[in-house]
C-alpha cells in the first residue's frame, strides 16, 4: 500500500515519518449509504493516536453520524466520501492534535491532567497545546485514560520516541515520558506526579539502564558492520555508464564527447550560433574581433571549457581559411584558448576535422596547410600534432572520414617529422 509522508506538506522523499494513504469504501445505497475506512487503524496506529479519535474528528469536520467497532475493525462515517476528501481533513487532524506547535515533529504523546490537554514532544522537549477550542478536545477529556494507565498508543509513541532517543546518543538527557527531567539529571528519587517513572536511559530502574545499554551497543555494532559506500572515481563512474542500455547513454549524455561539467551542452550552440548570426550581419567571419568572442564565451561561462575549442575550430574559418591565412589571424585568441592543457589541443584539433571533414569536405585536401598554419602559430604543440597523426578516431567524426583526413595530413606530418630530424643533425653538429 502506497505511503505518504505524515505532514504532506515536505516534499522530500526521504522524510522519515511515514503513513499509509487512507483508503476508503463505500457501502449501501440511499440514506443508508456509508464510507468504511479499510485502514483506519494502520494509519491511527502511524500517527500513534487512537483509531476513535481520528474517525471522531472526521465526523465532526464532516457533520456526519460516525459508528466504529474496534473488534472487528470497522469504523465508518455515514455518507458517500471520497477517500482524497477523507486525507485533506486528515492533514488538519495531524496539524492540530498531532505536530508539535514548536518543532512541527509528530512525535508527540497525548496527555490529560487537571481537566488539560497537551502534546508532550519527544523530539524538542516541549509541552504545547492542541486546539482546544475543537470539538475532538472535549471528546479526549472525557474518553482520557484512567489515572496510572497509559493508552496503548501513547505507549507506542514514547517507545517509539525512547529508541529513536538511544539510536541518536541522547537517550541520557532526555526528559522523561511525561516531559520532567529524568532523576538521573535532576538528582531526585521520584517519578512524576502520577506516579509513573519514566524507562529511558537515566532511569533509576538498574534492570532498565542495562536492557537499554546492551541495545545501545548492538546498535553500534549494527551501524560499524553495515557501511556502504559507493566508488565515486572516474574510471567506476565511466564503467557504470557504459553498462547502461545505449538509449539511456544518450538520455543521460553521458558520452565523452557530449559531457560538460558546468556550461551545459546548449551554451555551446549558443555560441556557434552567436558567431554565424555575428558573421552574417558583418559580412564575413574574419570582421569579428577576438576580444568580442571571447566575452560573448565568457558571458556563457564556457571560456576555460575544451569543448569551446571545437566550436571555435568549426565556426571561426570559412572556405578562404588557407588562402587568407585565417588560422593566422586568429591566432591570439587561440593560443590564449589552448593554454590551459593537452585536453584543450586535442579539441581543437577534432574541430578542425569537423570543419573539413563535415562543414567543407572540399577542403579535406587542404588539411597539411591548416594545420600548417597551426604549427607556425604555436596554437597546438608538436607532440600533440604527431600524436593526432598516429591513429585515426570516431570521437569527433566518423572513423572513414578522419582516415581520411590524416591521409591528406601526411604531407605536413612527414615534414614535420624530417624537420625534427633536422635539427636533431645540426645540435649534433655544433
Known amino acids: 500500500m502506497a505511503n505518504v509522508n505524515i505532514r504532506r506538506d515536505v516534499s522530500d522523499p526521504f522524510y522519515r515519518y511515514k503513513m499509509e494513504r487512507l483508503q476508503s469504501k463505500i457501502e449501501g445505497k440511499g440514506n443508508g449509504i456509508k464510507t468504511v475506512i479499510v485502514n483506519l487503524s494502520n494509519v491511527a496506529d502511524q500517527l500513534a493516536r487512537p483509531p476513535n479519535y481520528v474517525i471522531k474528528y472526521f465526523g465532526f469536520e464532516l457533520g456526519a453520524q460516525t459508528n466504529m467497532d474496534p473488534k472487528d475493525d470497522r469504523w465508518i462515517i455515514n455518507g458517500a466520501h471520497e477517500a482524497g476528501k477523507l486525507q485533506d481533513y486528515l492533514d ?171 556550461g551545459g551542452p546548449s551554451h555551446y550552440d549558443d555560441l556557434g550560433n552567436w558567431i554565424q548570426e555575428q558573421a552574417k550581419k558583418e559580412g564575413s567571419v574574419t570582421k569579428l574581433k577576438d576580444v568580442d568572442i571571447y566575452l560573448k564565451a565568457k558571458d556563457l561561462g564556457i571560456e576555460a571549457k575544451h569543448r569551446t575549442l571545437v566550436v571555435l575550430a568549426q565556426t571561426l574559418f570559412d572556405e578562404k581559411v588557407v588562402a587568407q591565412k585565417q588560422v593566422e589571424g586568429r591566432a591570439s585568441l587561440l593560443q590564449k584558448m589552448t593554454s590551459n592543457g593537452d585536453k584543450h589541443e586535442k579539441a ?34 608538436e607532440d600533440q600534432l604527431k600524436a593526432w597523426g598516429q591513429k585515426a578516431s570516431k570521437k569527433y567524426v566518423d572513423i572513414s572520414t578522419s582516415r581520411k583526413v590524416r591521409k591528406q595530413a601526411e604531407t605536413f606530418l612527414t615534414w614535420l617529422e624530417e624537420a625534427e630530424s633536422d635539427d636533431d643533425e645540426e645540435e649534433e653538429s655544433d
Not at 135 to 157: H, M, Q, Y
Not at 204 to 209: A, C, F, P, Q, V
Not at 354 to 378: C, K, M, W
Open 92 to 262: 488538519g487532524f495531524i496539524n492540530k492534535f498531532v505536530l508539535c506547535k514548536s518543532c512541527k515533529n509528530p512525535e508527540t504523546v497525548v496527555n490529560v491532567k487537571d481537566g488539560d490537554i497537551f502534546l508532550d514532544c519527544k523530539a524538542c522537549g516541549q509541552h504545547t497545546h492542541p486546539d482546544l477550542r475543537h470539538k475532538l478536545s472535549g471528546f479526549i477529556l472525557k474518553n482520557a485514560p484512567k489515572k496510572g494507565k497509559k493508552d496503548k498508543s501513547n505507549k507506542k509513541a514514547e517507545r517509539r520516541a525512547r529508541r529513536e532517543a538511544e539510536r541518536n546518543g541522547t537517550a541520557g538527557s532526555d526528559d522523561d515520558a511525561n516531559g520532567h527531567p529524568s532523576p538521573g539529571e535532576s538528582g531526585s528519587d521520584k517519578g512524576d506526579d502520577d506516579g509513573d517513572v519514566g524507562n529511558d536511559a537515566g532511569s533509576d530502574d538498574e534492570l532498565t539502564r542495562r536492557i537499554n545499554a546492551e541495545a545501545r551497543e548492538l546498535n553500534e555494532i549494527k551501524e560499524k558492520e553495515v557501511e556502504w559506500s559507493v566508488d565515486m572515481s572516474e574510471e567506476a563512474i565511466k564503467a557504470r555508464a557504459q553498462a547502461l542500455p545505449d538509449d539511456l547513454k544518450q538520455t543521460l549524455v553521458i558520452n565523452e564527447a557530449a559531457e560538460d561539467d558546468e
Open 348 to 381: 581543437f584539433l577534432g574541430g578542425l576535422e569537423r570543419f573539413v571533414g563535415v562543414d567543407h569536405p572540399n577542403l579535406i585536401p587542404t588539411i597539411s596547410a591548416i594545420l600548417l598554419q597551426v604549427y607556425e602559430n604555436e596554437i597546438v604543440s
